[in-house]
């Protein structure tokens, strides 16, 4: 990060990276997505939400090597590896699709790391990035963040609203497709209705420390650890969980 970067993101706990995607990137990862989409709809048994407010494609990065090799991106991972340390792997990814005119959201406001008895108030744990594949503005529902609420302490109580927009201090955060922000798991946050027309496209890269347990149902497949295996980068084995449980890093 440069000294700019780094400031925002200690002080709000998150980062907007504007054109994170080229436009040819952007083609490339959308057709990919779509694919992706049109074979995880075709089976029912495939992993992932049908319900009225979401539409999960788990685990993306099992349908395509474009939507896999996002998890490394040069202009995103760069931010990612800073923020976390060398010791970072990915924890989960997922393709969300938001239908338009949802009634509710799919996800009130949480924080998404909370591990029972490690105090961690200045230590970062997660981070998530979202990459945008559509326009999201107010009405698409980004998500909502509490700025600064990463450093709040645990026993902290947000007051509970009805709207996620009621909440006090929080800002929503919208962009062009081929945006990317990523933030502090810590940070309080929450999906925002989506009140348009239109369904809000977003792929979602979380990232831990390698000693840390990938979330059930996300853990890479046969076929892509040996693919990671034979091609023998470093970055992207340790991404993908291959490594000793403690002291591996990249260098």
Not at 40 to 53: K, P, Q, V
Not at 76 to 86: Q, T, W
Not at 231 to 243: A, C, D, F, S
Request: glycine residues 8%; charged residues 20%; hydrophobic residues 45%.
């Amino acid at each position: 990060m440069n000294p700019t970067q780094r400031a925002q993101f200690e002080a709000n706990g998150f980062l907007v990276i504007p054109d994170a995607l080229s436009p040819e990137e952007l083609t490339r990862v959308r057709g990919a997505a779509d694919a992706a989409e049109a074979v995880w709809r075709a089976d029912e048994t495939r992993l992932g939400a049908r319900g009225a407010l979401l539409h999960q494609v788990q685990a993306p990065i099992e349908y395509d090597d474009a939507l896999l090799e996002l998890l490394w991106h040069p202009v995103v991972f760069p931010l990612v590896r800073s923020a976390l340390g060398e010791d970072v792997m990915m924890i989960d990814n997922d393709y969300f699709i938001t239908p338009p005119q949802t009634a509710k959201t799919h996800a009130d406001w949480h924080h998404d790391v909370g591990l029972t008895g490690v105090h961690h108030p200045l230590s970062v744990m997660m981070v998530k990035v979202f990459f945008l594949l559509s326009d999201v503005d107010a009405a698409s529902g980004g998500t909502a963040m509490v700025p600064g609420s990463h450093k709040f302490p645990e026993t902290w109580q947000f007051p509970v609203v009805d709207d996620p927009k009621q909440m006090p201090g929080a800002i929503q955060m919208t962009g062009k497709a081929g945006t990317a922000y990523m933030f502090n798991g810590r940070v309080y946050h929450c999906a925002v209705n989506n009140e348009s027309e239109h369904a809000r496209r977003v792929l979602i890269y979380n990232y831990g420390h390698f000693w840390m347990k990938m979330w059930a149902g996300y853990e890479p497949s046969s076929r892509l650890l040996a693919q990671a295996a034979a091609r023998n980068n470093p970055v992207e084995m340790q991404l993908l969980g291959i490594g000793d449980a403690y002291g591996q890093r990249l260098s």
